[in-house]
């Protein structure tokens, strides 16, 4: 694996933490998630970044496994393309319950990448 590679894993870990941290003094509610649009807007910013950095990955190394590989960038595009059909319960769905499965799955790889 080369360092273009590396570098899209870390622009995904950075992300997902970045989304962690804007709940670092406040709970992770849905209700507190749709009240602000600040914090909605910032994680769809980190989602966009997500997407993008798997592009890449993919578009390099199609063969790697990341669950739902296509469906992030899949999310990407509708978050940049189709702004106005975002539904906030699906942004929230996917923060709950899929960014950790994708941060175990890439800290695996930059692990992995490290031997």
Do not use: C
């Not at 209700?31 to 910013?45: A, P, S, T, W």
């Not at 980190?46 to 739902?68: C, F, Q, S, V, Y």
């Amino acid at each position: 694996m080369n360092e273009r590679l590396l570098k899209s894993l870390y622009d995904i870990k950075t992300s997902i933490e970045e989304i962690d941290l804007f709940f670092a003094d406040r709970p992770k509610q849905f209700d507190q998630f749709r009240k602000d649009v600040l914090l909605r807007r910032g994680i769809e910013r980190e989602l966009e970044i997500i997407g993008e950095a798997m592009n890449r990955i993919l578009k390099e190394h199609p063969a790697i496994t990341i669950t739902d590989a296509h469906r992030i960038v899949a999310l990407r595009n509708r978050i940049i393309h189709g702004y106005d059909s975002i539904v906030d319960d699906n942004i929230w769905a996917v923060v709950i319950n899929h960014l950790p499965t994708l941060s175990m799955e890439v800290n695996a790889l930059i692990a992995r990448m490290g031997e």
